[in-house]
């Protein structure tokens, strides 16, 4: 594979599975790092013999339970309003997706914290109003475990799937690359909206 779907091929199987586990544990604190990229391109490298599947499930879903593990923790200390005043000064990341997550929480109860972990923009934050609200950490670690297992288990399973295409997959390398930076490019212009709709919201 070629271009910036190859780079980061690279960079994963250089870092191996514990740095794939590394990769979704930064995800899970830093929601805009996307696992839809990261983990099926782990998968793809385990069907190429650089690491075990298995392996990279476990470290992956390890990294999201640490990853939300500490947002659980930030939030039982602080408080989910400090937390997300906290957290919302991060780069790239908006008051509004905190809420969002809180919502979710207060409208779904624990079984949010299971099947949050299937939706972006979801997944990462939920962790937050549970902490807040101070749930319990055993049910909480078995949810969050159960449901990033699952999501992880089907991207990096998405992965090996096509691994098995490796032919194919190198033939439309160059159009994997161009999807890719059309979604960069699209994630630009979002964040630029967004970041002019909130600034007039704030003048009004």
């Known amino acids: 594979m070629t271009g910036l779907v190859g780079f980061a091929a690279r960079a994963i199987e250089s870092l191996g599975a514990w740095g794939v586990g590394l990769f979704t544990l930064i995800e899970t604190v830093f929601p805009p790092i996307p696992s839809e990229v990261i983990l099926p391109l782990a998968g793809f490298l385990t069907r190429q013999g650089s690491m075990n599947i298995i392996l990279v499930i476990i470290t992956s879903t390890l990294g999201a339970y640490l990853g939300a593990l500490l947002l659980y923790g930030i939030a039982a200390r602080l408080g989910l309003e400090r937390s997300i005043r906290l957290l919302s000064k991060l780069p790239l990341v908006d008051r509004e997706d905190f809420e969002k997550s809180a919502d979710w929480f207060e409208r779904h109860g624990k079984s949010a914290i299971f099947f ?65 930076y059309a979604a960069v490019a699209a994630v630009i212009v979002w964040l630029i909206v967004r970041s002019i709709r909130r600034r007039r919201n704030t003048t009004d």
């Open 116 to 180: 949050g972990r299937l939706f972006p923009g979801v997944r990462s934050l939920i962790s937050l109003p549970a902490g807040a609200e101070r749930m319990n950490l055993a049910t909480f670690s078995i949810f969050t475990i159960a449901g990033s297992g699952l999501w992880n288990s089907l991207l990096i399973g998405l992965g090996a799937l096509l691994g098995t295409q490796h032919a194919l997959v190198e033939q439309y390398s160059r159009y994997l690359n161009y999807a890719v």
